[in-house]
């Protein structure tokens, strides 16, 4: 079932038979860099992935699936740890199909999302957090109204090298005001 609609792509609940998507793009060594900042990847076979990913499935965390207008999934988007206290959940994204990187696709996908999130959830917050080499992250973040609320100096270890944890946010009403603007 799709669950949001963007100009470039659609985002649809997850099927048994994504896994095997799940699984190849969480092998690749540079999606795991830029998403996770891990640069050693441990590969998994179709089974450990399978008992791995149904190990996390009880966990707070909801994914679903970025597909090409002609249906072809090339990545994905989720929330987790949604906090009904004070209103927030923590959104995450990878495109796991390189060629797709840096072409808007990801930008029209988190637009998508968030207004789905927004819409569907009691909620006032959505963060996330990325470091700060991946600058196409922060554009593609900023772009959809995430601000730079702050920087976590020389938070992670990444590949021989400290890095600042970037950390963004958006809120019910920055959301409001862009979608009074734009009509979304
Ligand atoms: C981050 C991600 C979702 C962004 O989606 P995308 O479709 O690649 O990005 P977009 O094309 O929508 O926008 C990216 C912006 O960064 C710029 N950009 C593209 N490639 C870049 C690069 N190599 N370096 C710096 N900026 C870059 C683009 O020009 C664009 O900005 P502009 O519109 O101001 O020109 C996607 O690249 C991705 O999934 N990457 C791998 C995993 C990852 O990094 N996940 C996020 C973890 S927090």
């Not at 400290?162 to 009509?183: L, P, S």
Request: charged residues 30%; hydrophobic residues 40%.
């Amino acid at each position: 079932m799709l669950i949001a609609k963007g100009d470039l792509v659609n985002i649809r609940e997850l099927r048994w038979g994504d896994l095997k998507y799940l699984q190849k793009w969480s092998n690749d060594p540079e999606v795991a860099f830029w998403a996770r900042g891990v640069k050693d990847v441990s590969y998994t076979s179709a089974g450990e992935f399978r008992r791995w990913y149904y190990s996390r499935s009880n966990s707070s965390i909801k994914r679903f699936i970025v597909e090409t207008k002609d249906k072809k999934p090339i990545g994905s988007i989720s929330y987790r740890d949604y906090d009904p206290v004070n209103k927030v959940v923590v959104l995450g994204i990878h495109i796991g199909e390189k060629e797709y990187w840096g072409k808007g696709f990801g930008t029209d996908a988190i637009k998508a999302f968030v207004k789905y999130l927004f819409a569907t959830l009691d909620i006032n917050r959505i963060e996330l957090d990325t470091f700060d080499d991946n600058i196409r992250a922060i554009k593609a973040y900023q772009k959809c109204g995430f601000k730079i609320e702050g920087v976590l100096r020389e938070a992670r270890f990444i590949d021989g090298k400290f890095h600042d944890v970037i950390i963004m946010g958006m809120i019910r009403k920055d959301f409001e005001k862009i979608a009074n603007r734009t009509q979304i």
